[in-house]
Structures are given as structure tokens and as C-alpha cells.
């Protein structure tokens, strides 16, 4: 049984953190890798729109499929989510390197997903 909710989001740009608040409690850092300067990820306050376990995802010059633990914003500009390819590839989080979506070490991302509602407040900011 999970008891700990997660009610609000922020991730930060400037130093490649997410962070978890149950009501004004941080209760978990999270290390992320955000977007390369090339493909950044934009700034915004939105809501969890949707979840997927497991999800296919498509962008100019790629196709992810299986990307596991994913939470993404109104409109599908981008998602939060686990990156096991980049742990494969014994890439460190904390450095940008995504086409604009928050990666996270998939362990993270799902003691996330399984914590986060949907219509849970979202802000990335730098």
C-alpha cells in the first residue's frame, strides 16, 4: 500500500533536479536529465494530464518505444519519465541530453508514477 502522495512537482532546470512535495514537505530530490540545447525543455506551470506504464514515443528523428513510468502535461509537449537506455549507457543523470522530456532513473520514476495523480500541480522552471 502506498501512503505517501505526492501534491506537487517542481523541477528545475539550473540544476537537474526534480523535486517531490507532499503539501509544503519535500519528500524526495530526484536527479533528472532535461532537454539538450538543441531540443530544450520548455518552462511552465501545467497539471499530471496523463500516465502510461509504458509508452511509444515519437519525435523529429526518433522512435522511443517501452519508455516505462511516464507522466506527461496537457498537449503531450513533454513528459516525465524513466530512461533505462541512458542508464544502459552508463550516461549520468543531472546533464541535459533528452529531445525536451524530464528523464529520470527509471527506479525513480516509478516510485513517482505510483505516488502521483493524476491533475497534480507541475512547474518547470530554471
Request: glycine share 10%.
Amino acid at each position: 500500500m502506498i501512503d505517501l502522495i505526492i501534491t506537487s512537482i517542481v523541477v528545475d532546470l539550473s540544476d537537474q533536479k526534480l523535486y517531490a512535495y507532499n503539501g509544503p514537505q519535500l519528500v524526495r530530490t530526484i536527479p533528472v536529465s532535461s532537454g539538450k540545447a538543441s531540443t530544450p525543455t520548455p518552462t511552465f506551470s501545467s497539471k499530471v494530464q496523463s500516465k502510461h506504464r509504458s509508452v511509444t514515443m515519437r519525435g523529429r528523428g526518433y522512435v522511443a518505444p517501452g519508455v516505462p513510468w511516464a507522466m506527461c502535461v496537457p498537449g503531450g509537449m513533454i513528459c516525465m519519465h524513466g530512461a533505462p537506455w541512458q542508464e544502459a549507457a552508463g550516461q549520468p543523470y543531472g546533464v541535459p541530453r533528452s529531445h525536451g522530456c524530464v528523464r529520470m532513473p527509471t527506479v525513480q520514476a516509478k516510485w513517482l508514477f505510483h505516488r502521483t495523480k493524476t491533475g497534480t500541480p507541475i512547474t518547470i522552471q530554471t
